[in-house]
């Protein structure tokens, strides 16, 4: 059974950093490409960032040049750093693997940014 756990969600002022992981218990994990979402209430998830198996990232456009995401297949685990956090970054932030016929997702982690 897949699982993916998502953990380093919080409350943080604007201008502040958090890192989010994802530890996957998964076969083969290198053979994912690994994403960030995110859901503010109201609103559709979208996506934040990816990385591809040999490590091509991809950002949505309102977090580039500030989050980066990262992996290290080693611990089967997946990271996303966040600075120069905003109010518009608070949502519920998801882990997921995906691969052809195979599409995992974790339960979700708050961030919110508020003074």
């Known amino acids: 059974q897949v699982q993916l756990v998502e953990s380093g969600g919080g409350l943080v002022q604007p201008g502040g950093s958090l890192r989010l992981s994802c530890a996957a218990s998964?076969?083969?994990?290198?053979?994912?490409?690994m994403g960030w979402y995110r859901q503010a209430p109201e609103k559709q998830r979208e996506l934040v960032a990816s990385?591809?198996?040999?490590?091509?990232?991809n950002y949505a456009d309102s977090v580039k040049g500030r989050f980066s995401i990262s992996r290290d297949n080693a611990k089967s685990t997946g990271y996303l750093q966040m600075n120069s956090l905003k109010p518009e970054d608070t949502a519920v932030y998801y882990c997921?693997?995906?691969?052809?016929?195979?599409?995992?997702w974790g339960q979700g982690t708050q961030v919110t940014v508020s003074s």
């Open positions: 998964v076969w083969f994990f290198n053979t994912y490409t």
């Open positions: 990385i591809s198996p040999g490590g091509t990232t």
């Open positions: 997921n693997l995906r691969k052809t016929g195979n599409d995992y």
